[in-house]
C-alpha cells in the first residue's frame, strides 16, 4: 500500500492534494503498491521562480513533493499533477539524478546548464498537466 503524508496549508487544500495524489497514482500507476509520498503545502515557492518540486529520496520509491499553496484551485491541482508526472518519471527510471546536478532522461545525459524549457522532462510534465487536472476534476473534484 502506498504511504502518503499531506502537510501543511489548510484543512481543505490537504484534502484536495490527498484526493488527487491518490488518483494519479491510480490512474498512471495502477499496480504501484511501494510508493512513500510525502507532500508539502508551502508558502511563496511563486518567489523562487517555482509553483512547485518533486524530489526523488530514495530508490526509486521515496518522493518528496512541495507545492505553493497559494495558488489558485486549477493551478494547484495542475501543479501537483505536473510533480506527481516527474515521480512517475523517477519511478519508471525515465529520469534519474546524476552528480554534478546532471540529469539521465531515457538513454541521453543532459548537463544542469540546459535551458529549463527545453527538458524533455519538463516537456512531458507540461504536456499532460493541464489535461490531467481537468480529468481530475472530472473524475474527483
Keep these: 500500500m502506498n504511504y502518503i ?3 501543511g496549508g489548510t484543512k481543505s487544500q490537504r484534502a484536495i492534494a490527498d484526493k488527487v495524489v491518490s488518483w494519479y497514482l491510480k490512474r498512471v500507476l495502477p499496480r504501484v503498491r511501494t510508493l512513500d509520498i510525502t507532500v508539502r503545502l508551502t508558502n511563496c515557492l511563486k518567489n523562487e521562480g517555482a509553483y512547485g518540486y518533486c524530489l526523488e529520496l530514495d530508490s526509486h520509491k521515496e518522493f518528496d513533493i512541495e507545492i505553493d499553496k497559494t495558488l489558485r484551485l486549477f493551478d494547484f491541482v495542475s501543479t501537483l499533477c505536473h510533480e506527481m508526472t516527474h515521480l512517475k518519471q523517477y519511478y519508471r527510471k525515465e529520469m534519474i539524478a546524476l552528480d554534478g546536478g546532471r540529469i539521465r532522461w531515457k538513454k541521453k545525459v543532459y548537463n ?3 535551458k529549463y524549457e527545453n527538458k524533455p522532462w519538463e516537456k512531458e510534465a507540461f504536456k499532460v498537466e493541464a489535461q490531467l487536472a481537468r480529468d481530475c476534476f472530472t ?3
Excluded: H, V
Aim: glycine share 0%; aromatic share 12%; no cysteine.
Design 5 to 7: 503524508e499531506i502537510t
Design 139 to 141: 473524475d474527483i473534484l
Design 112 to 114: 544542469s546548464n540546459f
